[in-house]
């Protein structure tokens, strides 16, 4: 079964950029949908951002669009998400999810992924 660990994590300011990764092992990561959500105490998970198999389609919450990118190298089994001028509501654990190959549904929400990372902190002061 797949495995994934995120990594990146981190205490910044405000208006500065951070790049988490996720690393997943198993031989299936190319095939799968990947997707990164975010929880914050309190709160749901949330969804952030999500890239397909193949790298070519990528979908953002509106709350990040514009400054988070989300990006994946098959080959090496990774992938990144580029966080750049932060704001202190981006404060949260952030998770690394995989969708079955064979889901069809939305990505938006934690139903559409069967496989999390322990998650990395990201906190972003003020």
């Known amino acids: 079964q797949e495995q994934l660990v995120e990594s990146g994590g981190g205490l910044v300011q405000a208006g500065d950029s951070l790049s988490l990764s996720c690393a997943a092992s198993?031989?299936?990561?190319?095939?799968?949908?990947m997707g990164w959500f975010r929880q914050a105490p309190g709160k749901e998970r949330e969804f952030v951002a999500a890239i397909a198999w193949m790298g070519g389609s990528s979908y953002y919450a509106d709350s990040v669009r514009g400054r988070f990118t989300i990006s994946r190298d098959n080959a090496k089994h990774t992938l990144n998400l580029q966080m750049n001028s932060l704001k202190p509501e981006d404060t949260a654990v952030y998770y690394c999810?995989?969708?079955?190959?064979?889901?069809?549904?939305?990505?938006?929400?934690?139903?559409?992924?069967?496989?999390w990372g322990q998650g990395t902190q990201v906190t972003v002061s003020s």
């Open positions: 198993g031989r299936a990561f190319s095939a799968k949908t």
């Open positions: 999810g995989a969708s079955p190959p064979w889901y069809s549904g939305s990505l938006f929400y934690t139903q559409g992924y069967d496989t």
